[in-house]
């Protein structure tokens, strides 16, 4: 079993950063591929980036792309997502999901996901 804890939300001005901590408990080994999501109200759930623990491979929605970057500390089972430049669009709650299998093509897909966290609340103001 792998259970997945996010921190690090809040809320910040236009402009701003934050970085979310995603911490991985249990059977870790079991992980391939690390993603974060995110979901707005009245939105369905969009993947944000995703990350290949074995090669450090990272993926990225365009809509964040230069703004956002994801890495992993494999001593620390933890995953990060560093938030820069952040716009009002950007407030959601974000999650962290785990995959038991490479991330590949298909990263965003949240069926391609076995486990999910319970979600940090991120707030952008103009």
């Known amino acids: 079993q792998v259970q997945l804890v996010e921190s690090g939300g809040g809320s910040v001005q236009a402009g701003g950063s934050l970085r979310l901590s995603c911490a991985a408990f249990?059977?870790?080994?079991?992980?391939?591929?690390m993603g974060w999501f995110r979901q707005a109200p009245g939105k369905e759930r969009e993947g944000v980036a995703a990350?290949?623990?074995?090669?450090?491979?990272?993926y990225y929605a365009d809509s964040v792309k230069g703004r956002f970057t994801i890495s992993q500390d494999n001593a620390k089972n933890t995953l990060y997502l560093q938030m820069n430049s952040l716009q009002p669009d950007d407030t959601a709650m974000y999650y962290c999901?785990?995959?038991?299998?490479?991330?590949?093509?298909?990263?965003?897909?949240?069926?391609?996901?076995?486990?999910w966290g319970q979600g940090t609340q991120v707030t952008v103001s103009s």
């Open positions: 999901a785990a995959a038991w299998r490479g991330c590949g093509g298909n990263w965003y897909r949240e069926d391609k996901y076995n486990v």
């Open positions: 249990g059977y870790t080994y079991s992980m391939y591929c």
């Open positions: 990350i290949y623990i074995g090669g450090g491979i990272t």
